[in-house]
């Protein structure tokens, strides 16, 4: 077998990389569970037609086939593809499962996602994604939309990876498609969904080009091309971006009540989470099924990797004839996030496996003893090791420095009692398994 | 959209099971990571000639092709397919890093793979395995396979999900490959992997057909066959074992290298758990790479389903010319071992979403108050939601009822302090959010 190579676009951290992005799972799902979102898991596989409803990301899917079935097209009737987002297989679900579940229904899912994409720094091919959404029958309170990035904050804030205060700095960007049509519409635009997605664009072509877009694709004239832009330059960390849309004098239904959602979840932030989000009227995230508040969030000091986590409020992905079940959620891309701070170096951890002990072994005889001693360590909830060979002590400790093993601990002899070993500062004392524990810093590795 | 339907042989649990899957996948790591191994991930796919190596699952991969590449043969050069265990992705990943990696290295592993069989109970397409393995470079000491089992007996056997002790009953059947190989060719059989595999076959079989293939393709006399047979009927819960396989009068190098090497597995299991494994001769392991110990598992009570955790020592899975990475290993069906559990009835968890407290909301215009309410009793860690609206207070009730959430907090009003009531009591108490506790066994959902 010759040595085996990376596929691109299919990471593999590295077990120490592999123990930070546990941490941050961890971190991600208690803090779900603490707004009582509850834990779900979706087959990696859908229908390819279910996948295929939003057309956008139809060149992206991957087709699974059964080796014994070559011949058959894999994408003929009944072809199943790998899921490419979290966002439709739950809608699927829901349709699937209505009659069992209770809404609201409060849900997160953090689970690997594939898509057929040409990989780049900060996009794959594989990649962990972790969503939570509300979904609810018939109608979906505005309310929930201004919770949504307040779970954000408290998963993603709230992890110690950089950031001047220790924290990881993010900024979520909140806007509203309502505002958004309901502007372009009282503009006089015919068709705001052009505008929106020429608008969408401002930050990868510039704004002139925008403008000649806007008078291409949606028929604008200077004037409205440069209201349009107007609107899109506006951005406030609290609810008084307001008063500069109304500024600009249009007015339309639908531009009132997006004003009022937006300012609604504006004065949730600014009430519980100061500083995490902005009301940014350029955002307006490119897929057609967004109808109310939508979000972006950015990593402060890595903006041009562009957006960790987004999403927003939609109204038609679910929906059976009878019954609709209008949701709101996030995504936020893990790999994306992870990729891009240990490309930056950003992230260490104190050791690379989880051992905290490594009891060694005078001779390959007295292993039972060197397993007893583990055992009564482990009983505690101390991560041990017996030494894997009785080579000279030296050469055990070296096994423990290699890999970060902040103890060795070496069995008794000869009347003389158990001792253990601090490898880094060399210090040396009397324990007893039963007994001895490891000061809480050096329990599990930790993250810098 | 129609209402979608399930795929056969890709299950998906309901939140309620999944919160269980997720205690047992959280007790599963924190086992392994107490006996030191690392956490690793690999990517779904691999190269499909990687996958192809061992011919006797190739019919069983799924080939993943990109929608636009449509036309290209997914099983051509270049061809990736689902990974269907965790054993051989692990193997490559060894060859591609070892430069990078400690040895021995200890490596945990847990992730769903996929196989394109045809769909029973307890067999599925889509599945979680949670593995250990340990590799080294070019020799492994064989006390590492007296390690395992005992890892596998804390990570399931402490499972509190049913059993007369409230523990999981389980029964690890061990066998050593050497022991077989040396006792057929002590026998003078010439083949004793055709032996191997026809006794292999046993269970299903039964003795008589097994004789009459041992005479087929192994070649045996009938005096032979009764003694393969003999060999397979022994069993015992220590290392007395041994005489029994010597009674038979069999000798030969390989079988008495076998037999120290199971010896030493069953001492150190009677020493550390005792009636936690059984030396088993019948237990073989059709496939081809097992050289050392091999490893099943029985779920009391549930025989009939088979083994619901396997492995074994392999010297020739990895190894690219100049060096040779042995290991020994387990892996866990982990869906298996729910799906007959959740078949059986055999578990329930207390309520169907993480939640501790329902905030009440006296009317919308309060929300901002019980939103505050909520967010004090999340910051001390218990997971809070506010009520989706302002019904009455017995709707509000209903909703916390319908999803088990013990806690319902209405806010105070009019100088009248807040009040936190046991909806399973009725007993309501005043409570401060900064200051008030549930009992530790309502703080999260339990399992029974």
Same mark, same amino acid.
């Given at each position: 077998m010759s040595k085996?190579?990376? +596929?691109?676009?299919?990471?593999?951290?590295? =077990? =120490? #990389?592999?123990? +930070? *992005? #546990?941490?941050?799972?961890? $971190?991600?799902?208690?803090?779900?569970?603490?707004? %009582?979102?509850?834990?779900? !898991?979706?087959?990696?596989? *859908?229908? @390819?037609? #279910?996948? @295929?409803?939003?057309?956008?990301?139809?060149?992206e899917v991957y087709l699974i086939s059964r080796l014994q079935e070559e011949g058959a097209p894999p994408s003929g009737e009944g072809a199943l593809? @790998?899921?490419?987002? /979290?966002?439709?297989?739950?809608a699927r679900y829901v349709l699937e499962n209505a009659g069992r579940l209770q809404f609201p229904f409060r849900r997160y899912q953090i689970q690997k996602v594939w898509r057929g994409e040409r990989p780049q720094e900060g996009r794959y091919r594989e990649f962990l994604q972790a969503d939570i959404d509300i979904v609810?029958?018939?109608?979906?309170?505005?309310?929930? !939309?201004?919770?949504?990035?307040?779970?954000?904050g408290d998963a993603l804030g709230g992890l110690p990876l950089g950031g001047s205060d220790g924290r990881l700095p993010i900024l979520v960007q909140v806007n509203n498609r309502k505002i958004l049509e309901g502007f372009y519409?009282?503009?006089?635009?015919?068709?705001? @969904?052009?505008?929106?997605?020429?608008?969408? $664009? /401002? &930050?990868? +072509? %510039?704004? &002139?080009?925008?403008?000649? /877009?806007?008078a291409e694709t949606a028929g604008a004239t200077e004037a409205q091309a440069k209201a349009c832009l107007a609107l899109a330059e506006i951005a406030a960390p609290d609810p008084s971006f307001a008063e500069a849309v109304q500024a600009l004098g249009v007015t339309d239904p639908l531009l009132d009540e997006g004003l009022a959602e937006l300012v609604a979840v504006m004065e949730n932030a600014v009430a519980h989470a100061p500083g995490l989000c902005v009301a940014d009227l350029r955002i307006a995230r490119g897929l057609d099924y967004y109808t109310g508040t939508v979000y972006e969030t950015q990593l402060r000091g890595y903006e041009r990797f562009g957006s960790v986590s987004s999403g927003g409020r939609y109204d038609n992905l679910a929906s059976d004839g009878n019954a609709r079940f209008p949701g709101v959620g996030i995504s936020i891309g893990v790999t994306r996030l992870l990729g891009l701070l240990f490309g930056a170096g950003a992230l260490s951890i104190s050791r690379s496996v989880p051992t905290c002990v490594l009891v060694a072994l005078a001779d390959e005889e007295r292993r039972p003893e060197s397993n007893r001693i583990a055992d009564a360590l482990r009983r505690r909830g101390i991560p041990t090791e017996v030494?894997?060979?009785?080579?000279?002590?030296?050469? #055990?400790?070296?096994y423990a420095e290699r890999r970060g093993i902040p103890y060795v601990w070496f069995p008794g002899v000869d009347g003389i009692g &158990? *001792?253990?070993?601090?490898?880094?500062?060399? *210090?040396?004392? %009397?324990?007893?398994?039963?007994?001895?524990? =490891?000061?809480?810093?050096? /329990?599990?590795?930790?993250i810098a």
């Open positions: 085996p190579t990376p +596929i691109s676009g299919f990471p593999e951290w590295a =077990p =120490p #990389q592999r123990m +930070i *992005e #546990q941490y941050v799972v961890d $971190r991600i799902r208690n803090t779900f569970e603490l707004y %009582g979102f509850a834990p779900l !898991e979706t087959r990696a596989v *859908e229908p @390819l037609d #279910q996948l @295929l409803r939003k057309g956008e990301t139809s060149k593809g @790998l899921h490419f987002d /979290l966002t439709v297989p739950f609810d029958r018939d109608t979906l309170s505005s309310h929930h !939309e201004a919770e949504i990035p307040l779970v954000l519409r009282g503009l006089g635009l015919a068709d705001p @969904l052009a505008a929106l997605r020429a608008v969408d $664009r /401002l &930050d990868r +072509i %510039g704004p &002139d080009r925008v403008a000649a /877009l806007l030494s894997p060979s009785a080579a000279k002590y030296g050469k #055990q400790i070296r &158990d *001792e253990v070993k601090d490898i880094r500062s060399g *210090e040396q004392v %009397g324990a007893v398994p039963e007994v001895w524990q =490891p000061p809480a810093a050096d /329990l599990r590795p930790t």
